[in-house]
């Protein structure tokens, strides 16, 4: 098609546009994803002004690249895009050398060991929530498990009572749910969310337990200079927003895609039933395939050439690596899902900002499909009552209904 000058135009249908915010590019980002590794490995966005590397190679280098790529304005496309100042404590959200030492502190509080230590506890909610169940011709993977257990498994770890756990959630959900517009984000959010756990810390200060909100309240942290000092209660309080959000959120739905996945694929699921062996390689398969954060925001401290382009300091990179999990350069045909696949991923990043949460969420999403398979080995899901969750840093669903009758 071409104007009258003979300038060429390209119909806006054919037009490679990405878009954070946009329902319908989140309901199914991996067409435009892969036009973007195929036509603009570097994008820019002219509405909300950032780029975004989707190849591999150019995330992976940029996870690793903290000098170039901070973290500190936000990690999440509607914080970043504020311009907010964010509040210290949470780590997602800070740079060396504030981050080293608080992810040193939390690395003590937040082990491997802790977290393999919390299966018998995982199992035992998974029954929990599954065993009414067994007689019901369906169930609503995510609302009556998914949104369950990891956050009755936080709340336990934290030392924040079960029945108030609900509440937090709801809070949690509201205040990381995102309009087709990115939203109207102000500082309030920061201290609404950490305004609900005042009151559990002040009241565990004075009644500690064997919980990591306790461990919070007792930790020191090893200052630049080599000084010690006990958390402030403004430190306590961001730790423990982080760990309660980002502890139940993602693994919701990391558990709602498997559970969608292994609906699509029956001979795969027939095939984990028989040998539950193969449930933590489809875990690892799920990740890859459907990463509940498939995106993450940079700010980019330095001008930095790409692709034969400089991209300024003080620009905004949003780095894909749900694309980078799917580039044909480094999957055999990306676009299947296939439990005994192997070559790893990047959905809990890589570098300094590797997820501390890792572990637990391999643990509760391995535990999950354990019990969920010892009870159901056939099931198709009901997409007409599914709906999907809108967050600024997680992406699946909040409802997922199957039918296992």
Not at 47 to 67: E, G, I, K, P
Not at 116 to 134: N, T
Not at 151 to 160: A, E, H, P, S, V
Request: glycine residues 8%.
């Amino acid at each position: 098609m071409t104007k009258d000058d003979g300038a060429v135009t390209i119909p806006a249908a054919d037009r490679l546009y990405y878009d954070p915010f946009d329902y319908d590019i989140d309901d199914d980002p991996y067409p435009i994803w892969r036009r973007m590794r195929a036509e603009a490995p570097l994008y820019y966005n002219d509405r909300y002004n950032f780029y975004a590397l989707s190849r591999y190679d150019d995330v992976a280098t940029a996870l690793l690249d903290w000098h170039t790529y901070r973290s500190g304005h936000g990690t999440t496309a509607d914080i970043l895009f504020s311009g907010l100042e964010v509040p210290p404590g949470i780590l997602l959200w800070e740079d060396p050398p504030l981050h080293d030492l608080h992810r040193r502190l939390l690395s003590r509080v937040f082990t491997p060991r802790r977290m393999l230590a919390v299966e018998d506890l995982v199992r035992q909610l998974c029954v929990r929530a599954l065993d009414p169940l067994r007689d019901a011709d369906g169930f609503d993977l995510v609302a009556d498990l998914g949104a369950i257990m990891p956050m009755r498994t936080i709340g336990y770890l934290l030392g924040i009572p079960e029945g108030e756990q609900e509440q937090i959630r709801a809070t949690t959900d509201n205040s990381i749910a995102v309009g087709e517009t990115g939203g109207d984000v102000t500082a309030a959010i920061f201290a609404e969310s950490l305004a609900q756990y005042v009151d559990y810390i002040e009241w565990r200060s004075t009644h500690p337990s064997d919980d990591l909100m306790t461990e919070l309240l007792n930790a020191e942290i090893e200052e630049l200079d080599g000084t010690r000092r006990r958390l402030e209660r403004t430190e306590v309080l961001a730790y423990t927003a982080m760990i309660a959000g980002a502890g139940g959120e993602t693994t919701a739905r990391l558990i709602g895609f498997m559970g969608e996945l292994l609906g699509r694929h029956p001979d795969q699921r027939a095939e984990l039933a028989a040998d539950p062996a193969l449930i933590p390689s489809a875990v690892e398969e799920t990740l890859r395939y459907e990463p509940p954060s498939p995106v993450q925001g940079r700010y980019v401290a330095a001008d930095v050439q790409l692709y034969g382009q400089v991209v300024a300091e003080g620009s905004y990179m949003l780095l894909l690596n749900g694309s980078a999990n799917r580039d044909e350069s480094r999957y055999a045909d990306p676009d299947r899902f296939d439990i005994h696949r192997q070559g790893g991923h990047l959905s809990f990043g890589q570098g300094i900002h590797f997820c501390l949460g890792a572990a637990l969420a391999r643990l509760e999403a391995r535990v999950a499909f354990e019990e969920i398979l010892k009870r159901w080995t056939d099931w198709d899901v009901d997409y007409d009552h599914a709906a999907r969750a809108r967050t600024s840093s997680v992406r699946g669903w909040s409802r997922l209904p199957i039918k296992t009758g």
